[in-house]
């Protein structure tokens, strides 16, 4: 299982992103596809998750209600779309696989992208 991740960049506050997670070697409904984000000096934080069966969590208690987790299968790609992004949203933000059910443990994840850098900065 291969998983790319794209869309980060540099953005003001305020403004909007859409991470794609692009996923190789098996259809989503065999996995789990959970995004997480490590900003420098911190442990993975999980943002969202959604299942194999196409059902959504949101982990992040700062990030509800701004970041939506969605996929389109016939793409096999999991997205992530950011809004109002706020400066402690700066991290590198990277998607992981695991068999069907969504984890918030980041050790729990065998597949892992390398990782897109989001800085948020005025």
């Known amino acids: 299982l291969q998983l790319v991740e794209s869309g980060g960049a540099l953005v003001q506050p305020g403004g909007s992103l859409r991470l794609s997670c692009a996923v190789s070697g098996s259809t989503l409904d065999h996995y789990a596809i959970t995004w997480f984000r490590q900003a420098p000096g911190k442990e993975h934080e999980a943002v969202s998750c959604?299942?194999?069966?196409?059902?959504?969590?949101d982990y992040g208690r700062t990030t509800k209600g701004r970041f939506i987790i969605s996929r389109d299968d016939a793409k096999n790609t999991v997205y992530l779309q950011m809004s109002d992004l706020r400066l402690e949203d700066t991290a590198v933000y990277y998607c992981a696989a695991e068999p069907l059910r969504c984890y918030s443990d980041h050790t729990l994840y065998d597949f892992w992208g390398q990782g897109t850098q989001v800085t948020v900065s005025s």
């Open positions: 959604i299942s194999g069966r196409g059902e959504s969590m």
